[in-house]
């Protein structure tokens, strides 16, 4: 039964004269506010918040989160996001005093313990990578994605070369553009593929010298390793541009083939994926970049330093690189996400951290082969850690479209897979099970999947049937967009 | 310990369904062997639980915690008091293990505790709009003066007060370096700036203004002066404000504010050493579809019920790609919880509570420290719960005699660039919150006595 | 309108030009294209736009798009009930569904855009 507490609003709830928090009456010596604050400057009023007891708050939020589809309560297979288990010993040590309760201004004398796991995560990201320099300063694969861009900037700037274009595939995650026109550079995109792969002849084409930075993403988010990423890396290198690898599929490559190894100069990761930081319902995320020894100058700053004194005890320290592009947050960065990506791969170790993408790959090409006479792949037989589905046949013989397929998952308990992403797929279904699902659950996905498409096409347009909405009017929101509750005169 | 599932026997049931003999089969048929890493990476060896806990304990034991030593530690960081029920929510794992509400159906939970989180902020700040967060709150104020040169497009020049948090503006230059505009940056050596001085830096070329108030100094700005002269250039006001001063203090819708940001880290976030922290962006409706980040709106379903959605998503990367208003992805949903559910616990009266409490006890930290040998207050001028002291001589002696004490104050303002530099070096930050008692501040002031 | 009169562009406008006055909106199959119409920008009246500049924008549920000018040339007017009547875009694209109206400047010629045939056949090259 759904208690009324999660469907009402938290202002419906509301009645003059509640509280929750109380605090203590002032400990010195009383004086009239005025005499502290211009009167000016104080308010005439209290901010209007909604007034509620403690147990109102807890019954509702309690009651807001089981309507919620999570990685601990169903299977959640939305490609490129890696929904991988989060490790529940990482919500614990992450609140140690000592490291849940450190200002980050702290003296790094008093930080040891602190700049110690930070400075042995970057080793770890620099080995995983390929790539011997890290800033973990930002806060998400998009700013990861920035910070490199400006790195490529600055390094261009320095040399005395004016190159003005970014290259990416048109499989790109939207962040990939984005992050380059903020940057100041102009997008160039690659429109043709060769089964899914980058066409050689279009990036030729496209690559001279105004060629800032190739932007891949590798596995691509069709979940294809592309082969040729040494020629490609060669080709953009020839002409005096840098390699940027999107670091969102890491999953399916760790210990098996690095970035730097390829070809990549630069690459971000993204911690809450696979080095599974929470997802958070949205974030926050954690986005460290790692780059060449000839970009490492460039990084923002700061970056965590080891240093062995006369006396032999090991002493850490802050220092901004000499030619940093500047700082692109406040403090270190996402330093809580940071620590779980830490514990995940001390726990781990190199053969763990191998047996991740050992398994991700295995679970992504069973369930594909589970699913492929349902659901074609058109980019073939084998995948990495991720596949992309399409339900254009399915669609142009029943009508049964890849919204269909998952809103209805739903309704068997199943998180969608992503849709209607890459773009280049008709009527995608992008599918990551990752490495921390069961082959049964895999198989009862597939069952659920099979099941589906022999259901009612009719009936499936207004699935799902048993959550607490369904098929929500997105053109009333989007005309008269309401993004706050008011209060009714 | 990889947190697998499949035993080797099932392994091997679904390498035959693959059509492959071994796992190994899976990689060399897409990863050409000259590109493979022929070696395992350098790491150290895996650990237990046990193990694990131990070790980071021993971490954690060398670092000096606010809640082992105190706190009086700010420039954009507090050790502000965190009800126990923030934890409660926030660690129910059907939120922080679901990830962006892509998938309305299964995500009302999220999506509803969002709308509310818009809600609240709309409420605390008296501004029309706000989105579902930011990384933080340096970033906030970037993406504030981007939404600026978007909304006013022609117009290239940004005026930034220096009093605003100087890791605020760093960011600001690493941001618009490459991009074609112009940042003139307002001395402020009176600890507040000049409004006819901002006045006369405002021209018909101007996108915006940008104050912090409380400023980083900790004093207070003429902050409605200041949105008045921006708003008589056409430019648009830009603040950053303090989300636990608003209990007290004027709001920025109350003050004219178009767009105004905030670090979001003391409505319930943990410090852990600078992040992850809450970025709050809120404007006045005509900038709405300017605006970066998530937004959620309500609608109705199918059936006709009140439910939640992303909204206007058209704005965002995924679908404008370069032409996005922002390349954020990933917003800060577990921290805008914590600030909604904070924000729910406190209500009207808890925050006047906060507000007042942290204020008076800050007043009567500076009181009693202007009366130290060697010490005095660096700007006349008035504060909320932060303040700068000057120290005579350097801020080592403070610091060091501090430490040794147990307490922990700063930043000092040594630290970071200043275009005034020399004035500022003797210069340091002091933060009171709502946690620190009457007999800490004594402590803290007997601890700073000369020692003779 | 007539569409065998208008002129089309590549961004997928149209243009009916009486005089020197450009009458602009966009064609009823990237309207359909687009799909659910949420918000239209409008530009203000006055102001000056050169060919191939953006003048406003379009978003739907799922997509946005700019507009583009056609022909350099002065905003006189602009269909001010539109933003609040999207329908009329899906329903008579090329009447009530008009969008601005541009005084093109001097010495502008239409050769650089397409009649409705043209249109049609290049509608049909592109990948939807």
């Known amino acids: 039964m759904r208690n009324q507490q999660a469907t009402q609003l938290l202002f419906e709830l509301s009645k003059p004269g509640r509280r929750a928090a109380r605090y203590p009456m002032a400990d010195v010596p009383d004086r009239p506010l005025t005499d502290l604050i211009p009167e000016a400057q104080l308010a005439t009023a209290l901010p209007p918040l909604p007034e509620v007891t403690e147990p109102d708050v807890i019954r509702h939020f309690v009651n807001l989160s089981t309507l919620n589809m999570s990685v601990d309560t169903h299977f959640y297979p939305l490609g490129s996001c890696t929904m991988k288990y989060n490790p529940k010993r990482h919500e614990r040590l992450a609140s140690l005093p000592g490291l849940v309760d450190l200002h980050p201004y702290q003296t790094p004398a008093a930080s040891q313990g602190m700049l110690q796991f930070l400075y042995e995560m970057q080793q770890m990201l620099a080995e995983i990578a390929g790539l011997p320099g890290v800033s973990m300063q930002p806060a998400a694969g998009a700013q990861g994605e920035l910070t490199a861009l400006l790195v490529a900037a600055q390094y261009f700037r320095d040399r005395g070369e004016h190159r003005t274009k970014v290259i990416f595939p048109n499989s790109a995650h939207g962040t990939n553009p984005a992050s380059a026109a903020i940057a100041g550079f102009e997008c160039v995109q690659l429109n043709q593929s060769e089964g899914g792969y980058v066409s050689l002849p279009e990036l030729q084409s496209q690559l001279n010298d105004q060629t800032a930075v190739f932007m891949i993403t590798n596995p691509s988010t069709l979940g294809l390793f592309e082969r040729r990423i040494q020629t490609i890396a060669k080709m953009v290198h020839d002409v005096g541009g840098l390699v940027y690898i999107d670091g969102a599929n890491m999953n399916a490559i760790l210990g098996i083939t690095r970035p730097g190894d390829f070809g990549g100069d630069m690459m971000h990761y993204n911690v809450h994926k696979t080095f599974t930081g929470p997802h958070g319902a949205g974030g926050p995320g954690s986005g460290p970049i790692a780059v060449r020894d000839f970009l490492a100058d460039y990084l923002p700053g700061p970056i965590v330093t080891k240093e062995q004194q006369p006396d032999g005890t090991v002493v850490y320290g802050l220092k901004t690189p000499s030619k940093t592009i500047g700082r692109m947050r406040t403090f270190f960065g996402n330093v809580g996400i940071l620590l779980r990506g830490y514990c995940y791969l001390k726990t781990l170790g190199a053969e763990g951290v191998k047996a991740v993408s050992d398994n991700a790959v295995l679970n992504a090409n069973y369930l594909l082969q589970k699913l492929k006479h349902v659901l074609p792949v058109p980019q073939g037989e084998r995948c990495m850690h991720e596949f992309v589905a399409s339900a254009q046949k399915l669609k142009t013989e029943k009508g049964i479209s890849a919204m269909d397929i998952a809103k209805r998952l739903l309704d068997y308990g199943f998180h969608a897979p992503t849709v209607y992403f890459p773009l280049v797929v008709p009527e995608a279904l992008m599918m990551e099970p990752t490495e921390t699902e069961s082959k049964e659950t895999l198989d009862a996905f597939a069952a659920a999947i099979e099941q589906i498409i022999t259901e009612d096409p009719e009936r499936l347009h207004q699935a799902p049937f048993t959550g607490p909405a369904s098929r929500p009017d997105d053109l009333k929101a989007g005309r008269n967009p309401v993004l706050k509750w008011v209060a009714k005169a | ?452 | ?128």
């Open chain 2, 1 to 452: 310990m990889s947190y697998l599932f499949n035993t080797p026997e099932q392994q091997q049931e679904m390498l035959r369904v693959c059509g492959v003999d071994s796992i190994e089969t899976l990689f060399s048929d897409q990863v050409p062997a000259d590109l493979r890493l022929n070696r395992p990476l350098e790491m150290p060896p895996p650990l237990s639980e046990l193990e694990l806990e131990a070790e980071l304990t021993a971490l954690a034991h060398q670092n000096g915690g606010a809640s082992t030593r105190t706190c009086f530690l700010g420039g954009g960081a507090y050790d502000h008091f965190i009800p126990a029920a923030v934890d409660t929510i926030a660690t129910r794992s059907e939120f922080y293990t679901a990830y962006t509400p892509y998938q309305a159906e299964a995500s009302q939970g999220t999506l509803q505790a969002f709308f509310e989180y818009q809600t609240l902020i709309c409420q605390l700040t008296g501004m029309e709009v706000s989105n579902a967060s930011l990384y933080e709150g340096g970033t906030s104020v970037t993406e504030a003066v981007s939404m600026a040169l978007r909304s006013l497009n022609g117009r290239r020049r940004v005026v930034v007060l220096g009093s605003v948090h100087p890791e605020y503006r760093e960011i600001l230059v690493t941001h618009l370096q490459h991009l074609n505009c112009e940042l003139v940056t307002i001395p402020t050596p009176a600890g507040v700036a000049d409004v006819a001085q901002v006045k006369a830096a405002l021209n018909d070329q101007t996108a915006c203004l940008v104050v912090q108030q409380p400023n980083f100094f900790g004093c207070l700005e003429s902050a409605a002066e200041l949105m008045a002269a921006a708003k008589q250039a056409g430019a648009l006001g830009i603040v950053s404000f303090d989300p636990l001063s608003l209990g007290l203090l004027q709001r920025p819708g109350d003050y004219g504010a178009d767009i105004a940001v905030a670090e979001g880290q003391s409505l319930g976030t943990p410090l852990q050493y600078g992040g992850p922290y809450l970025g709050i962006l809120t404007c006045r409706e005509a900038l709405m579809r300017k605006m970066p980040g998530r937004l959620i709106g309500e609608t109705t379903d199918r059936l006709g019920k009140r439910c939640f959605v992303l909204n206007l998503q058209a704005r965002e990367q995924h679908i404008k790609r370069d032409k996005a208003t922002s390349n954020i992805c990933t917003n800060q949903g577990l921290l805008a919880l914590r600030a909604t559910v904070y924000m729910s616990l406190l209500g009207p009266h808890g925050l006047r509570e906060v507000s007042e409490l942290a204020c008076r006890k800050a007043h009567y930290a500076a009181d009693q420290l202007a009366k130290v040998a060697g010490l005095e207050l660096m700007f006349p001028q008035p504060f909320f719960k932060e303040f700068t002291v000057r120290c005579k001589g350097g801020v080592d002696r403070v610091l060091k005699q501090a430490a040794a004490a147990g307490f922990d104050v700063g930043p000092e303002l040594s630290r970071f660039t200043w275009s005034d530099g020399d004035k500022l070096s003797e210069g340091l930050l002091i933060a009171v919150t709502e946690k620190r008692t009457r007999a800490d501040i004594d402590r803290l002031v007997e601890s700073l006595k000369m020692k003779t």
């Open chain 3, 1 to 128: 309108m007539d569409r065998s009169q208008l002129k089309f562009a590549k961004t997928d406008e149209w243009l009916a030009l009486e005089g020197d006055v450009a009458t602009v909106g966009i064609t009823d199959v990237a309207v359909e294209a687009l799909t659910d119409l949420v918000y239209l920008a409008l530009p203000t009246v006055g102001k000056q736009y050169k060919a191939g500049t953006p003048f406003g924008e379009v978003e739907s549920v799922k997509a946005a798009s700019d507009l583009y000018a056609p022909v350099t040339g002065e905003v006189i007017a602009v269909n001010e009930d539109l933003p609040n009547n999207l329908d009329w875009l899906s329903a008579d694209a090329f009447g009530k569904g008009w969008i601005v109206k541009f005084k093109v400047a001097p010495g502008t010629t239409l050769d650089h855009l397409m009649d409705a045939k043209g249109y049609a056949a290049y509608w049909d090259t592109r990948a939807h």
